[in-house]
């Protein structure tokens, strides 16, 4: 490939950066935004771009919780529709188009889910899935989404079947084929927005720890130094998911785990969709088994309550890899088992607590004030964090009386977001392109200006030896993922800004790269 970076020029210095550690924090700020989610990413790029100064903090790193651990799917709501909560399964549908078509089509993309009719679905079952797949291509109607971008649902026959996952039961007769959308990586999203935001002016620092807060500023103490500073806002705004009521006493949550399990794509050959297989007993909850762009498969979720303690990184029980080889395996031919798994993965989701079990809770999002001022967003879901972050700057702006215009994000483009036509033009590696759209050259100009060869900084990790797929995660990314993502560390390279962590064996192939690139931004200052 020939590619039309020029190391010479300026590798975006215009572009949003993320800071590590609390230094360059002004003084005070119009709002001040704990936790840097997708939701908190989604208030900073929300206030910013209503011309409020924003500063945006994380005692961690950005998407270093729930959002980092989603099952990568951007859901149109139909779980919702079948459930009766049509409000919310309107709203899902919406912002799954505005997501697909608006702020970021280079992230998502269309993702073919085939429910394989094999002889533990009954006929009436099936004509569930007809019928609920039906109302999710209505859903996709009335909230304004194009046909070229969710095709439309159908039933298919065995061979049909059998052409898009071939590890189908023998028995299978046909399937229900329906389209949702696929993010190439949660994770990216939520830098996506944060780096938007920076663009726009936010300062987004991570590695910053709220240690007090009130609804006029906060306390904050700079993880990498130790230095604390005090930062007065006229609004501050907490997204800070299931830890929510840690930070403002008196919220009160229902934490829901849902595990998945990691394959390699050899476990589930030839497999060219996602697989639902149905939750035995239930008639709107499924398995997942999801294929990702990097050679791997997810297998989720779980609904499950957690309670006491909530873990900075949740760990997924063998009783929830007992409950999705159980489930998946019964619609495939060989049963998948503990020997197929390479990685796994938890998040818990922030529900609001009510009567029920967490499999039954709305994912409805409410803003909350406390007592001091603080407001805090909470509930919801991934694909409605837009509308999240729209309706706690809506707040905060009437609350606080702050001076700000409408809401811009429901036609705002993310960095590098760009039409399909406009993205086949880019002139850059395709795995760079899925991941940084139309910022895919300045990401290799980037590495280029570091002092790398093209072909150094475009080799993956890994290509892989005796039919095993290679880690096609390349040295230019890692570099960016420093240089303009704010990234303190390996753990922020390989469990943040990719993927690679989630399989411990990657990991370890993986982690010689990761150090070299810090080696590479510290050579060139």
């Not at 020029?6 to 704990?34: K, Q």
């Not at 208030?43 to 011309?51: F, I, P």
Request: charged share 20%; hydrophobic share 45%.
């Amino acid at each position: 490939m020939t590619s039309t970076a020029d190391p010479a020029a300026d590798p975006g210095t215009d572009l949003g950066r993320i800071t590590p550690g609390a230094a360059g924090i002004p003084e005070s700020t119009d709002v001040l935004v704990i936790g840097l989610g997708v939701t908190g990413a989604g208030v900073a790029l929300d206030a910013v771009t209503r011309g409020l100064d924003v500063v945006a903090v994380d005692a961690f790193d950005v998407a270093w919780g729930t959002s980092r651990f989603s099952s990568k799917l951007v859901h149109g709501g139909l779980r919702y529709l079948a459930k009766g909560q049509v409000g919310i399964a309107h709203e899902s549908a919406v912002e799954r188009g505005i997501l697909m078509e608006s702020t970021a089509p280079h992230l998502v993309h269309a993702l073919p889910m085939l429910m394989p009719l094999t002889d533990d679905v009954s006929a009436f079952a099936a004509f569930l899935g007809r019928r609920g797949v039906g109302a999710g291509d209505l859903l996709r109607r009335v909230a304004g989404t194009s046909r070229e971008t969710l095709p439309k649902p159908r039933r298919i026959g065995a061979t049909e079947t059998r052409a898009l996952a071939p590890v189908a039961r023998r028995d299978v007769r046909g399937g229900v084929l329906s389209w949702d959308g696929q993010l190439e990586d949660d994770a990216r999203l939520v830098l996506g927005l944060a780096r938007t935001a920076a663009s726009n002016g936010a300062r987004i620092h991570t590695r910053t720890r709220v240690v007090e807060v009130t609804g006029d500023g906060a306390l904050l103490r700079d993880e990498l130094t130790g230095e604390e500073r005090r930062i007065t806002a006229k609004a501050v705004i907490s997204a800070t998911g299931v830890w929510a009521g840690h930070l403002v006493p008196g919220i009160t949550l229902k934490p829901s785990r849902g595990s998945h399990l990691v394959l390699r794509s050899s476990s589930l050959p030839g497999v060219r969709c996602a697989i639902m297989a149905p939750v035995p007993g239930s008639s709107n909850r499924f398995v997942f088994a999801l294929p990702q762009p990097d050679g791997t498969f997810y297998v989720g979720l779980t609904d499950e309550e957690v309670s006491g303690e909530i873990p900075d990184v949740p760990v997924v029980p063998d009783e929830d890899v007992v409950f999705l080889l159980d489930v998946v395996s019964r619609v495939l031919e060989r049963p998948i088992t503990r020997e197929d798994i390479v990685g796994s993965y938890a998040g818990l989701r922030p529900l609001l607590d009510s009567d029920g079990s967490t499999a039954d809770l709305s994912r409805k999002h409410a803003v909350l004030t406390s007592n001091t001022g603080v407001i805090t967003i909470v509930g919801g879901k991934l694909t409605t964090y837009r509308r999240m972050a729209q309706d706690a700057v809506d707040a905060a702006v009437a609350q606080r009386g702050l001076q700000a215009t409408a809401c811009r994000t429901k036609a705002l483009p993310l960095l590098g977001a760009a039409p399909a036509a406009e993205l086949a033009r880019v002139v850059a590696p395709p795995r760079l392109v899925r991941r940084f759209g139309t910022e895919a050259p300045a990401v290799l100009a980037n590495a280029l200006a570091h002092g790398l060869t093209e072909d150094e900084a475009l080799t993956p990790v890994s290509t892989g030896s005796s039919g095993q797929v290679g880690i096609p995660a390349t040295l230019a990314e890692l570099v960016f993922g420093i240089t303009h993502e704010g990234a303190a560390d390996v753990d922020d390279l390989l469990d943040r800004r990719t993927k690679i962590g989630l399989i411990p064996e990657d990991r370890k192939v993986a982690e010689p790269l990761a150090t070299r690139a810090f080696a590479v931004v510290r050579a060139h200052g």
